[in-house]
Nanobody
Framework: VQLQASGGGLVQAGGSLRLSCAAS????????MGWYRQRPGNQRELVAQ???????DYASSVKGRSTIARDNAKNIIYLQMSSLKTDDTAVYYC?????????WGQGTLVTVSS
């Protein structure tokens, strides 16, 4: 399984962006998909997750500012982020979960400038 993350870039604080993660196979086969991030000097952390039945979870730091969504027809998940803060600067990774294995994408860098 290959996961291709895109949509990162440089954005000003208060701005918005949308990350995309395209999977090489049907995302309906995954029990869950999510976005993680690794901020400089920190461990990788969960940002948002969506399960196969559509349930969503968000980190408290992004709740209310972010929306995770999935397009089963296109095999893509999205992370819409708004009111971005400098603390959101990180490499964002997508992850796909199966019963046997987890798959990671290559990461996309989001830099939020003040």
């Amino acid at each position: 399984v290959q996961l291709q993350a895109s949509g990162g870039g440089l954005v000003q604080a208060g701005g918005s962006l949308r990350l995309s993660c395209a999977a090489s196979r049907s995302i309906s086969s995954f029990s869950a998909m999510g976005w993680y991030r690794q901020r400089p000097g920190n461990q990788r952390e969960l940002v948002a997750q969506i399960t196969s039945d559509g349930s969503r979870d968000y980190a408290s730091s992004v709740k209310g500012r972010s929306t995770i969504a999935r397009d089963n027809a296109k095999n893509i998940i999205y992370l819409q982020m708004s009111s971005l803060k400098t603390d959101d600067t990180a490499v964002y990774y997508c992850k796909a979960v199966t019963l046997r294995l987890d798959y990671w994408g290559q990461g996309t860098l989001v830099t939020v400038s003040s």
